[in-house]
């Protein structure tokens, strides 16, 4: 039975002294302002909104937005839910949301002009790009001359390990050397339904193959979103599925999540490759993409503050159209759990059952929220390696399909 509302344990707060949740907003936050900075070359008046946006969330309430534009009345509605509060004291997913959606403002990225439209993370993606598009091109010829079914375990395993690097987490960006699929890597993954995976998109009916549509709710650039397309052409490839659709963000968001334009631009830098199979699995893509057998859909909903379980009923009746929907990286796994602290032990469909499809979990532990673990799993982790829900060592392969 799921629980009750009553029953619902509290939300990740920026307030928790010591906490992940808190240092993002302490340490995370105020980096990430530094950076885009940086990185920009913005004229002093949108350098000077984003200094004063850092002194507040260093110590001020947090303000509503004050720009035209069409979801603005939505955003200062949620707000209105944490009017008065400071940003470090503030349920963690509304205010790591919101910072982006703020962020944005500071830049003018929605308004008329010279920046309008201008990603302020867009290089530090197109870095992330070429290297993930270098890394794929060393291990691709063996890749490909693999047997499917070992293929497929190990574009399975890189795509979940390739969710490690994400660009709003520098620590553990910098730590993720290796975002390709190795055997040594196969102890970190913590629950892996990997053979329970293979069954079903593998299996066949009398009428051809168990699966039509399979979806991914995308996260990063680089290896991470680079392994999706590489798993879906390999899918589309086999027969295993006939059409794939990526959910990716409308706008800039957590710095590294993938746009429709970030996935066209890796999809024409890997037709640049001097690797002969590398440059023909970008003609591929292209190919999938012109034919709609990839389709690369964005919605408003993956850059709102909302929980899963809040998911507009357009979205859900979509979804529910999926024989499989793949949820990459940390910060989907903590919206599709509430973002709540629940016990390690929960079994995940007791908090998922409201989702629309069948589901697949591939998320590296980047933020303190986990379930599913069996009874004395967390506190041995613990033991062993004190920061292991938060240093990205660490994954899951996780299918839920009642
Ligand atoms: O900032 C919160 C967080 O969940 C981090 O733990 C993580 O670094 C970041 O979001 C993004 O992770 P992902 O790209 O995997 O969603
Ligand atoms: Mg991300």
């Known amino acids: 039975m799921p629980p009750h509302p009553t029953e619902l344990p509290p939300p990740l707060m920026t307030s928790e002294p010591g906490s992940f949740a808190r240092s993002t907003i302490v340490e995370r936050k105020p980096q990430i302002i530094r950076q885009v900075i940086e990185d920009n070359g913005y004229p002093p008046q949108i350098e000077q909104a984003l200094e004063m946006f850092k002194a507040e969330i260093a110590s001020q309430p947090m303000r509503p937005l004050t720009e035209q534009g069409p979801d603005v009345t939505l955003w200062n509605r949620e707000l209105a839910h944490h009017r008065g509060r400071p940003w470090g004291d503030a349920p963690w997913y509304f205010a790591e949301s919101y910072f982006y959606r703020r962020l944005l403002e500071a830049v003018r990225y929605f308004q008329p002009g010279r920046w309008q439209g201008h990603d302020p993370f867009g290089k530090q993606k197109r870095s992330q790009e070429d290297m993930a598009v270098d890394r794929l091109a060393h291990a691709w010829d063996q890749l490909t001359e ?46 892996d339904d990997t053979d329970n995976v293979r069954e079903l998109l593998a299996g066949r009916t009398a009428r051809g193959p168990r699966l039509r549509r399979l979806d991914f709710v995308n996260d990063n650039v680089g290896l991470d979103s680079l392994f999706d397309l590489a798993l879906a052409d390999f899918l589309l490839g086999q027969g295993w599925v006939q059409e794939v659709v990526f959910h990716l963000k409308n706008h800039p968001f957590f710095v590294s999540d993938a746009m429709v334009k970030d ?24 190919m999938h993409v012109q034919e709609q057998r990839i389709l690369l859909k964005e919605e408003p909903f993956w850059t709102s503050s909302l929980m899963f379980r809040d998911m507009p009923p357009a979205l859900r009746v979509d979804l529910a159209h999926s024989d499989l929907v793949i949820l990459k990286g940390d910060v989907n796994y903590r919206r599709l759990l509430d973002d709540r602290h629940w016990p390690y032990t929960t079994r995940m469909e007791q908090v998922t059952d409201y989702f629309p499809a069948p589901l697949l979990v591939l998320r590296t532990l980047k933020g303190e929220i986990i379930v599913g673990l069996e009874p004395g799993q967390a506190e041995a982790l613990t033991a062993q390696d004190p920061t292991w829900l938060i240093n990205g060592k660490r994954g899951i392969i996780q299918l839920e399909c009642a």
């Open 146 to 191: 693999a047997e499917p079914e070992m293929a497929f375990e190990a574009l399975l395993h890189s795509s979940l390990w390739g969710n490690r690097a994400d660009l709003s987490n520098y620590t553990v960006a910098i730590e993720a050397r290796n975002g390709l699929a190795t055997t040594e890597e196969r102890g970190n993954i913590l629950i």
């Open 263 to 286: 996935m066209r631009a890796v999809i024409s830098l890997l037709q640049t490759s001097h690797v002969p199979t590398v440059k023909s699995l970008g003609q591929r893509l292209e």
